[in-house]
């Protein structure tokens, strides 16, 4: 019946019909909507980024301030030093959401430096005069402040990739994913206690 309606139309009317009868489909099919839940993850991504790069920022500052402090244990410096430097030769950009492997690695990578400074926390609680100085809790302040922003942009990244996914894998929403080339994507796994902000013990 619709192909017959088409066929009898004038060919302006034939065109518009069938931009119409496209944009239905392509409404009811979720080719649009997948795009829609793929920007939500981009923007996601990038907040995760920024909360991970203020986070390195900061650790030049506190290493200089540790330090200064007499004998304060220079290997466990040393490996928040290192854990920053392998943070650092990683080439993080938003191709990292269409790659499990290079997620993956960056997250075990973060892992491993929020290990390294976590230890480096513990240690300082031997050196009451460091803990009394201005400058280091002023560090710690801002340590603590960026690791809940860091838990609050993981919870959305990972929230994103879920509705996103899904738009991927239910139909008819998954017809329109198809249509626009996109595939199910990876997320960073759970962490313990990732439902509410870290307790960064000074």
């Not at 019946?1 to 119409?20: D, E, I, K, Q, W």
């Not at 710690?140 to 991927?168: C, M």
Request: charged share 25%.
């Amino acid at each position: 019946m619709t192909h017959h309606v088409l066929g009898s139309a004038h060919p302006g009317l034939r065109r518009a019909l069938v931009a119409v009868l496209s944009c239905l489909l392509f409404a009811s099919c979720g080719y649009n909507e997948v795009i829609e839940r793929d920007e939500d993850v981009k923007a996601a991504w990038g907040e995760v980024e920024n909360q991970y790069q203020r986070r390195s920022d900061l650790i030049p500052n506190l290493v200089n301030v540790v330090k200064g402090s007499a004998k304060f244990e220079s290997d466990t410096l040393t490996k928040v030093v290192e854990a920053r430097a392998s943070v650092g030769q990683m080439k993080i950009d938003s191709s990292v959401v269409d790659d499990p492997e290079k997620l993956k690695k960056f997250e075990a990578a973060q892992g491993q430096l929020s290990g390294a400074l976590s230890r480096l926390m513990v240690v300082t609680e031997n050196y009451p005069d460091l803990k009394a100085s201005a400058q280091f809790r002023d560090l710690q302040a801002q340590l603590e402040g960026t690791e809940n922003r860091i838990t609050v942009a993981r919870k959305r990244f990972v929230e994103s990739v879920a509705a996103y996914n899904k738009s991927v894998l239910v139909f008819p929403s998954s017809i329109g994913a198809g249509m626009r080339g996109k595939k199910e994507r990876a997320s960073f796994s759970a962490r313990p206690g990732s439902d509410r902000p870290p307790e960064v013990q000074f």
